[in-house]
């Protein structure tokens, strides 16, 4: 009998940031790293797997077009879903599948589409093939950030020691409801496919830059820990701080890279010299933006301050670049 599962994973915005691999294949961080998840109502994958003794092959549609079924990350998930099955089961699940995904927001433009995707990927086979337990350490093989779109809230992966990657999952730190007036605005810059992949572009990070060491020894371990502190204590100033240097590590590490992974572009920049000055003008921090490796930036803020800051930045920055600048609000509808 053929069974069908359809469910939706929502997009993760890391606030210490994960950048560099020490086993590309089971894909374990150099670095722990923490998100915020966001609400499934707005950016998110659709996933649809259907298991059926009537097919003969594994296939997968992306965006409605059908892929090649010969991705290793997408080999990996299904392989680590079916194994799990078995053992649970019993019995061998090699029925075949049939995935379709979509995203509802720009693929591949530095707006964690992958993360979303293999959550999603990962989350709807678990639930079709009856497979139960911690599903982050497989949905980290399809994509390092994806295992932390599986919970939501304040989500922490932990690098882990062991080198078969099974204490590198990730735990959910504070539950969604913890900070419920913190809200998340997605200025789109551009939405076109980023020039280095987020993949790529990290490999040559930890070939060439020795900034990426001090990070991953020296900085990154302490700032995680004061972030937990500011998240706790709901110390949103701290939790700003915290969150812009890592953003700037990050890119630091990325100019350091040889030849430079270069992310941001000059609105990025804007929107950098653009909160500093409000954040300025109010006396303390009330706004925090952050760039993943594309030029768009997310900002984060609390729901009282959303009226005058989306005001602002409607002002300051016109939706007009490269005639396709949008912003979001999550979850808040006036800000769309
Ligand atoms: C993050 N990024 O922590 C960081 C910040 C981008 C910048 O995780 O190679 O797509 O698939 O593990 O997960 C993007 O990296 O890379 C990412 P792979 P992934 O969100």
Redesign the pocket.
């Known amino acids: 009998m053929a069974s069908i599962v359809t469910c939706i994973a929502p997009v993760n915005i890391?606030v210490i940031?994960?950048?560099g691999?020490r086993d590309e294949k089971l894909?374990l961080p150099l670095n722990d790293?923490l998100?915020a998840t966001l609400s499934t109502e707005q950016m998110h994958a659709k996933t649809t797997v259907m298991i059926s003794p009537n097919f003969t092959k594994d296939r997968i549609w992306l965006n409605g077009k059908e892929e090649s079924f010969e991705n290793p990350r997408l080999v990996a998930c299904l392989r680590e879903i079916r194994k799990r099955a078995t053992s649970k089961n019993g019995k061998n699940c090699e029925l075949k599948v049939h995935i379709c995904s979509e995203n509802n927001f720009p693929t591949a433009a530095g707006l964690?589409s992958?993360?979303a995707g293999y959550a999603c990927l990962v989350y709807t086979l678990g639930k079709a093939f009856g497979v139960e337990g911690d599903l982050t350490s497989i949905a980290r093989q399809g994509?390092?950030?994806?295992c932390r779109s599986l919970m939501g809230g304040f989500v922490r992966w932990m690098k882990g020691t062991q080198n078969d990657g099974s204490d590198s999952i990730a735990e959910q730190v504070f539950h969604e409801n913890h900070w419920a007036d913190m809200r998340v605005l997605i200025l789109v810059v551009s939405d076109s496919r980023k020039k280095v992949s987020?993949?790529s572009g990290?490999q040559l990070s930890v070939k060439t830059s020795d900034l990426l060491k001090h990070r991953v020894q020296n900085v990154v371990p302490q700032r995680t820990k004061e972030m937990i502190q500011a998240l706790e204590s709901k110390c949103f100033h701290t939790f700003a701080e915290l969150t812009m240097r890592d953003s700037s590590s990050?890119h630091a590490v990325c100019l350091d890279t040889y030849p430079p992974a270069v992310y941001m572009n000059d609105v990025s920049h804007s929107i950098v010299d653009f909160v500093h000055r409000y954040n300025k003008l109010k006396g303390s921090n009330k706004v925090a933006y952050t760039f993943?490796?594309g030029p768009n930036a997310c900002l984060f803020l609390l729901e009282e301050d959303v009226p005058e800051v989306v005001g602002l930045i409607k002002a300051v920055f016109p939706p007009h670049v490269e005639g396709k600048t949008f912003m979001r609000g999550l979850p808040v509808e006036n800000a769309v």
């Open positions: 890391a940031k994960y950048w691999k894909i790293s998100s964690a992958s993360a994509s390092g950030s994806a987020s993949t990290m990050f993943d490796a």
